[in-house]
């Protein structure tokens, strides 16, 4: 039976025991939340990473009509099987894919900041070298899935010009602000739960770089779950004062967490087409009732509560049923207005220009070796 039949729960539980034994590919769902488009230009010379020679493909290619061309690439992605960069794909799915690719890693750049914000605070020595080693993480993820876009056709730079410009977007999660320590416990907890929740289903995702990318990043997420779990379980069973500063950063992330899995289905522009694709393989209001279910126990055992009035388990339904998201609000970070939007993307900017001589230092150091490389010859 495929995970994908299992249904939810069964699919993660098998997804788990495929990370965990170090196996290969799991399967692919929805990506980083709101995800809006970009207008990414792909120009076709833009190719790297050895893309500019045409494959075997492109000499079949030549003569098949555009419609037979949709009917092989969708039977093969039918039949599970990996797209890669020089096959031929439409060029809809190629724009997702950059569109949503570069959006993820924008995010796992952009989500650098609100913990990178408590280096120097962490409470203590072990503390402070386990958020820097989750911090490089994600600086990490980035640098993958900025190279599995680059195999599409757009080139790093490109990317980081629409990020800076504020043309492509970034989950919305990371335009807000981190007051308390709690809130790096609260982060781990559920913004890397549910981007675990988002990202296992990616391992198996139809385009072969952005799935193989997925695999080793979901590794990682899952010790920054549980690092950001135990940070909340030492603060709920502290001082009065340090369960409170548990509680208020539930209450702080809480909902933002919810949206992360993007528009209710009913609003998704984008899910049929992506789940045709296997891009996506749940819808995003699949995926966000199963990280309720799998994450109300979990703060049941903190002793926290969820800030949710209409929290509810349904036994008919084994589900929890919970209260209406307020979309004007995820609709008003993503517009740019966020508590920390523009703090966000000013830093990315400092830091872009600050990299400036690293930037022309690793040139001229390549040039250097280049230079002597030759004189050796
Ligand atoms: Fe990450
Ligand atoms: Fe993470």
Same mark, same amino acid.
């Given at each position: 039976? @495929? ?21 290969? $590919?799991?399967?692919?769902?929805? $990506? ?7 207008? #990414?230009?792909? %120009?076709?010379?833009?190719?790297? /990473? ?23 690439? /969708? *039977? ?7 797209? &890669? ?43 402070? *070298? ?7 993480? &994600? ?7 900025? #190279? ?15 990020? !800076? ?9 990371? $335009? ?17 739960? *549910?981007?675990?929740?988002? /990202? ?20 990682? %997420?899952?010790?920054? /779950?549980?690092?950001?779990? @135990? ?18 950063? !539930? ?6 967490? !919810? ?8 609003? #998704? ?16 209001? @699949? ?12 703060? %049941? ?13 349904? %036994?008919?339904?084994?589900?929890? &049923? ?18 920390? $939007?523009? &703090? ?22 390549? @040039? ?10």
């Amino acid at each position: 039976m @495929e995970p994908g039949e299992q249904g939810l729960g069964g699919f993660f539980e098998a997804i788990r025991h495929a990370v965990n034994c170090d196996t290969k $590919n799991v399967v692919g769902a929805t $990506n980083l939340c709101h995800i809006a488009s970009v207008p #990414s230009k792909v %120009e076709k010379c833009v190719y790297t /990473q050895g893309l500019d020679s045409l494959g075997k493909d492109a000499l079949h290619v030549a003569s098949a009509t555009a419609s037979a061309l949709e009917a092989r690439f /969708q *039977a093969r992605v039918d039949a599970d099987d990996k797209i &890669e960069p020089k096959d031929w794909m439409p060029d809809a799915y190629r724009h997702t894919l950059i569109r949503q690719i570069s959006q993820h890693a924008h995010s796992e750049i952009v989500g650098m900041l609100p913990e990178g914000n408590w280096i120097t605070r962490a409470p203590s020595l072990r503390r402070k *070298a386990v958020l820097i080693a989750k911090v490089q993480d &994600e600086g990490g993820h980035g640098m993958y899935l900025y #190279s599995a876009a680059e195999t599409l056709g757009i080139s790093r730079d490109q990317m980081t010009a629409q990020l !800076l410009a504020g043309t492509a977007k970034y989950s919305s999660i990371f $335009n807000y602000p981190t007051p308390t320590w709690a809130d790096v416990g609260a982060i781990g907890w559920l913004v890397d739960g *549910a981007a675990i929740m988002n /990202q296992i289903p990616i391992c198996r995702c139809s385009y072969g770089p952005y799935a193989r990318a997925m695999v080793r990043i979901c590794r990682e %997420e899952s010790f920054h /779950q549980r690092q950001g779990f @135990e940070i909340m379980m030492t603060l709920a069973r502290g001082t009065p004062e340090q369960k409170r500063m548990a509680q208020d950063a !539930l209450n702080r992330w809480w909902w933002p967490s !919810l949206m992360m899995f993007g528009p209710s289905d009913a609003e #998704s522009k984008h899910t049929a087409q992506s789940m045709r694709w296997k891009i996506k393989r749940f819808s995003n209001d @699949e995926l966000r009732q199963h990280f309720v279910d799998v994450t109300v126990p979990q703060a %049941e055992f903190l002793g926290l509560k969820v800030p949710d009035p209409a929290l509810r388990w349904d %036994e008919a339904s084994q589900h929890y &049923e919970f209260g209406a998201i307020d979309w004007s609000e995820f609709n008003n970070v993503l517009k740019g207005n966020g508590p920390c $939007n523009r &703090e966000r993307l000013d830093a990315r900017r400092r830091a872009w220009d600050e990299g400036q001589w690293v930037r022309e230092a690793a040139v001229a150091h390549a @040039e250097k070796q280049k230079q002597r490389a030759a004189r050796a010859a």
